[in-house]
């Protein structure tokens, strides 16, 4: 009895492997699991078999029939429901891992917030290539050529002279080729520097340009604007203050700090003893950046400012390291 079931098992395998169509399934399950079935009539021996083999050859009919009804199912599988599902033993019914949902990268939520902010006081949003001219990196904001001031900016350098952008300035002038004043505009994006990488440096960062030009522009519209942004994000309780600054491409140029939210102004090791911390640079648009963005300076004015959003962000959530936003280590990002 024991070959016959074994090679009964044989010859349904290989009786089940050649079937192509399900309609096919049903003679075959009659034909061997049914009532006069071949399995069925092999199994009618068990009374004969000695007493004593007679459980070992019942569980041995009970495995071979066990086995032909999994090959049967499994073969139904893959004739109806196809058969890659069969093959990977995929139940289609369960529910699938669990991957959890993923976010916004902080830097652009706070990116968003910012520009929410800006939109709020009618300002546009507008955009520009991060690989850049030198004409619109340096020339045309007034930093010509061996002229000291470019060390501050070091790059990368590409073929033919393009460079990837050191600031999110050069957007002013490729905004104002499209426009006229009077404009209200803000260019967010992502700038490059040669730096030593370290806690306060990144060779790559965001910055968001801002640009106002219109009649009658002052420092006091300057000053109201960025004092009413920076309330808005760190609450109303904020205290500036404007220090002049060099950069070629205003006049006056002016820092803009921000009172120390952490000590209020009496010195920390976040503010490095000063009490104030230097929030972004900024300053009134200078003539010859006016005159090459086709603007006459003696008909209107205009103010310019450069936020650091990596670094706004920082002090927003109180991280003490730029790496941990380029390092990709779920553990930060899944605490924002
Ligand atoms: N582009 C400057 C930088 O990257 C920041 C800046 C300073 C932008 C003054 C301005 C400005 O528009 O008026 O360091």
């Excluded at 902080?106 to 690989?131: A, C």
């Excluded at 499209?178 to 910055?207: C, M, W």
């Excluded at 670094?311 to 605490?335: A, K, P």
């Amino acid at each position: 009895m024991r070959d016959e079931l074994e090679q009964l098992k044989k010859q349904a395998l290989t009786e089940l492997e050649q079937i192509k169509q399900p309609e096919q399934l049903k003679d075959f399950e009659i034909n061997y699991l049914g009532r006069k079935g071949k399995l069925t009539s092999v199994l009618k021996q068990l009374k004969d078999v000695p007493k004593i083999d007679r459980p070992a050859m019942g569980s041995l009919a009970n495995e071979t029939k066990q086995g032909i009804i999994q090959s049967l199912e499994l073969k139904k599988t893959q004739l109806v429901q196809g058969p890659k599902l069969a093959m990977s033993a995929i139940e289609a019914t369960w529910p699938g891992r669990d991957f959890g949902l993923g976010h916004l990268h902080p830097i652009t939520q706070f990116l968003n917030k910012v520009q929410d902010i800006f939109m709020s006081m009618g300002f546009e949003v507008v955009e520009g290539p991060e690989v850049e001219t030198q004409k619109f990196n340096f020339d045309l904001l007034n930093i010509p050529k061996n002229h000291p001031a470019r060390d501050a900016w070091d790059t990368f350098y590409v073929e033919g002279g393009l460079l990837m952008r050191t600031h999110t300035s050069p957007v002013q002038l490729r905004a104002m080729k499209k426009s006229k004043p009077p404009v209200r505009l803000i260019a967010p994006g992502r700038v490059f520097r040669n730096e030593a990488t370290d806690a306060g440096h990144e060779t790559n960062f965001y910055q968001c340009e801002g640009l106002v030009i219109d009649k009658c522009i002052t420092v006091a519209n300057l000053i109201s604007t960025l004092e009413s942004f920076l309330k808005q994000v760190f609450g109303q309780n904020v205290k500036i203050r404007v220090r002049p600054e060099y950069y070629p491409f205003v006049e006056p140029g002016l820092d803009v700090d921000m009172q120390c939210l952490i000590c209020g102004g009496s010195g920390c090791s976040v503010c490095k003893q000063r009490g104030w911390l230097e929030m972004l640079g900024s300053g009134m648009v200078h003539p010859t950046v006016l005159k090459n963005m086709g603007v006459d300076p003696a008909k209107y004015s205009g103010f310019a400012f450069g936020l650091g959003i990596d670094r706004l962000m920082m002090l927003y959530h109180s991280i003490n390291d730029i790496r941990f936003s380029y390092s990709g280590d779920s553990r930060f990002l899944e605490q924002f």
